[in-house]
């Protein structure tokens, strides 16, 4: 079992702390185990407080007491089961960095969930299908005109979704994800086309069709966020992409210390110092709280108490 970071063990004695009372914060951390389920990493940490003790499992982070889960793996099991729940009542719900990349097309996909929940015969399910359609069309237009696009010497029409489609797919990636990009256009579009026309259609045609299309549009937004983003970062001693990025508060100087921290090698890079004043010059939030009403005005310009970030 690796060894637990020192940034990786403050992050999870912070969560702690902050869901604790100030008489029962946090000690003791040990990483129990690391197990990966359909492909998500869920790390499990023992954490003993002055009055409690606690699993901590990370994707999504959560905290179970363990006098309700004596066994770490009871615990496991449960967050598990909870985040399958939650996946379900959020499936209406992207990452809010992948979603702001294909908002409308994503709206009309909630209209096609919507549809989907007060189905019952086949027409409905059909409807699924012409709503999965519009979405489609929408996310085809939504990227006509972007800079990325360059020139095109017979651009599609505007609505022919599977000509934008395979332009997208040319753009944003290359090799064998870019075939694998033009394939899910294609065969997209054909489920929803025959969903919509089919009279015999079932609540299992509708949710295939549902699940695609959701992917489908998922998959652009990241693929739009990756060309905008860049390749993420390595680490430049051992090339791991394991970086965080590391804050460490300083009170007595009145702000925090930020560097980038390899959890693989340890690699560090030079701590920036940042102050409080610094960090929120010229927004929106200082003005608010150095404003008249709030209270702390004064101390903010005499440097007694500043705002946290975390």
């Not at 809010?96 to 990349?101: A, F, G, S, Y």
């Amino acid at each position: 079992m690796a060894d637990l970071a020192e940034h990786e063990e403050r992050a999870i004695r912070d969560y702690v702390n902050g869901q604790s009372p100030p008489d029962d914060q946090a000690g003791l951390v040990q990483r129990v185990r690391g197990q990966r389920i359909l492909g998500r990493t869920h790390e499990v940490f023992d954490v003993h407080c002055s009055k409690t003790r606690w699993w901590v499992i990370t994707d999504p982070m959560n905290l179970y007491l363990q006098t309700d889960f004596p066994e770490a793996e009871q615990a496991l099991i449960f967050h598990i089961g909870l985040g399958a729940f939650l996946a379900e009542r959020s499936r209406a719900e992207l990452p809010i960095e992948d979603e702001e990349h294909v908002t409308a097309p994503w709206r009309r996909y909630r209209d096609a969930l919507e549809v989907m929940n007060e189905a019952g015969e086949a027409e409905d399910f059909q409807s699924v299908g012409i709503k999965c359609r519009d979405a489609l069309i929408a996310l085809g237009k939504l990227y006509q005109s972007a800079d990325w696009i360059g020139e095109l010497s017979e651009p599609p029409k505007v609505a022919d979704f599977k000509g934008w489609g395979a332009i997208y797919a040319e753009r944003l990636s290359k090799d064998r994800v870019r075939n694998y990009v033009k394939a899910l256009v294609e065969k997209t579009w054909d489920l929803t086309v025959a969903l919509q026309h089919n009279s015999n259609a079932t609540p299992f045609d509708a949710d295939l069709v549902l699940e695609a299309t959701a992917h489908l549009i998922s998959t652009l937004g990241r693929l739009v966020r990756r060309h905008l983003d860049g390749e993420p970062e390595r680490c430049p001693r051992c090339e791991s992409y394991r970086l965080d990025e590391d804050i460490e508060h300083d009170d007595e100087r009145r702000g925090f210390d930020v560097s980038m921290v390899c959890a693989a090698c340890g690699w560090r890079s030079e701590r920036q110092f940042i102050s409080w004043n610094e960090h929120f010059e010229g927004t929106r939030l200082l003005e608010y709280l150095a404003g008249p009403g709030t209270g702390i005005s004064d101390r903010l310009h005499r440097g007694e108490s500043q705002p946290c970030t975390t």
